[in-house]
């Protein structure tokens, strides 16, 4: 089945040891993003790549770093975590272009822990 | 600023009855709303979506109503089963914004049987 996969699941790094967390998809979808989701709040989107377009947010602090190799995989670089960047992390595809929108398929998200 | 609310953490309601969600933005350029459902362990799976020129959009057991003038949507569910009970999270989407979510903090749904 295609599907949208995140590597780990569950991550455990140290107050501002670096970290990467992975997302690969087999729906050749040419849009990939990367969420962030704190406790009982709404999946914040942190930045997208468009094809190879990198497309950050604007609130999106400098701490988190993105890299897309290719169309299957995607990586989203934590440089120095603190403690209020633990929270779930969603990668999800689509497939763009168009005036019509996109569906967006969901990984099952990585659950990243601070200590 | 949360441009997206769903300000009912959670609802409960007995197998066989109505479940409603609601829904409530403030950007009146978003133009594609949708519902995703999310279990335990699982990523946010699409459920349903509705177009701003439309008002209403049915699926099997779901349907969605879409008011503009008050900026509110909300999900029916009839009827409710066991195998609802999910977090519901509301989405909104611009073609001007290049189609990205912006979602609602979610609803916890509990269906009892």
């Known amino acids: 089945d295609a599907m949208v996969i995140q590597n780990p699941r569950y991550q455990v790094t140290q107050f501002g040891k670096p970290v990467t967390l992975s997302c690969s998809q087999t729906?050749?979808?040419?849009?990939m993003y990367w969420y962030q989701q704190k406790s009982s709040q709404a999946p914040k989107l942190l930045f997208h790549?468009?094809?190879?377009?990198?497309?950050n947010e604007a609130d999106t602090p400098d701490n988190f770093q993105s890299r897309r190799p290719n169309t299957s995989f995607c990586f989203l670089d934590i440089r120095s975590p603190g403690l209020g960047d633990a929270a779930m992390y969603l990668c999800?595809?689509?497939?763009?272009?168009?005036?019509?929108?996109?569906?967006?398929?969901f990984g099952p998200g990585t659950r990243l822990t601070v200590l | 600023d949360q441009q997206v609310k769903q300000n009912s953490p959670s609802l409960s309601v007995q197998e066989g009855r109505i479940s409603i969600l609601n829904c409530d933005y403030t950007n009146s350029m978003f133009d594609y709303f949708l519902w995703y459902k999310k279990y335990p362990a699982e990523g946010p799976t699409f459920l349903i979506s509705?177009?701003?020129?439309?008002d209403k959009n049915e699926d099997g057991r779901f349907t969605v109503f879409l008011n503009k003038s008050a900026k509110h949507l909300s999900l029916h569910i009839v009827p409710s089963q066991p195998g609802d009970s999910a977090v519901y999270f509301c989405?909104?989407?611009?073609?001007?914004?290049?189609?990205?979510?912006?979602f609602g903090a979610g609803t916890i749904l509990r269906v009892k049987s």
């Open positions: 729906l050749n979808h040419n849009v």
């Open positions: 790549y468009y094809d190879k377009d990198f497309n």
């Open positions: 999800a595809t689509s497939n763009g272009g168009g005036r019509s929108y996109n569906e967006q398929f």
């Open positions: 989405a909104a989407s611009a073609i001007e914004y290049g189609n990205k979510l912006v």
């Open positions: 509705i177009s701003s020129i439309k």
